[in-house]
């Protein structure tokens, strides 16, 4: 097993009774769509996190601790798989650690954020990166579907959700962002007018869980995930609108999910893990 950022880490940051971060693989793989090979994800995540450098902007987020779990077991009833998610980013949080859940394919969100919710006794927000909406009822008959996990979240659980970079949805997804009171910048607006800072609503949750698909990038940036769309988000533009978003909120969780590798190519697997390295700098 891999740990993130092995190499450069010490046994105490290393430690996990004292790291501010606890990485969770979950390599699901049972509803994709188009391309193949999220449960690859999180392997190669951390895989190309040895080659990452330990300062980044300035810091060394690493330094608070980061320790790598053994991945979840994906077999079996999807509810099942959610639920066993779901116990490790509860644990997590009740720990005062920030859960980073490694992906493996879009559905998993739904355990980790429910997790995430028991762990604080409070709801949250989700700010996501997307190419897609992810707000079907169901996608091939499946109610845990990768293009599925918002609606579960959003209707089931009433949790606020802001969406960042979606280019590709369907009627039914445009008229529950209504319904559900979704708050949304989509690429075209945000691309063509290079925007990098959008102010959520005042009311919008203190508590903030980042949803990160990697396929909110423009596929020339990370082409190697199942469903590229083409007109994403820039890779500094991305990670500006988190930052933005999260100022005066506290990240109390993320995800990073749906890179597919590619044999022939490590670049996405880096950029991926460069992501999730950026996003624990953006902790408190």
Known sequence: MTYFLEGELSPTERDPQSAKFRVIPVPLERTVSYGSGTAGGPDAILEA??????LFRGTEP??????????VDCA????EVMERIAVRTEAAVKDGAVPVTL??????SYGAVRGVVRGLGRNVGIVQIDAHADLRRAYQDERHSHASVMQLLAEEDNIRIAQ???RAL???EAERRKNCGVFYRDAEELVTENISAVDLPDDFPQDVYVSFDVDGLDPSILPATGTPVPGGLGYYQALNLVRHALKGRRLVGFDVVELAPHDDSTVSDFTTAQITYAIMEMAD
């Open 170 to 172: 369907c009627t039914e």
């Open 49 to 54: 996190s040895v080659e990452l450098e330990r």
């Open 103 to 108: 992906g493996g394919e879009h559905g998993l």
């Open 62 to 71: 690493c330094a608070r601790g980061i320790a790598t779990e053994a991945g």
């Open 76 to 79: 079996g009833p999807l509810p």
């Open 164 to 166: 960042f970079g979606v």
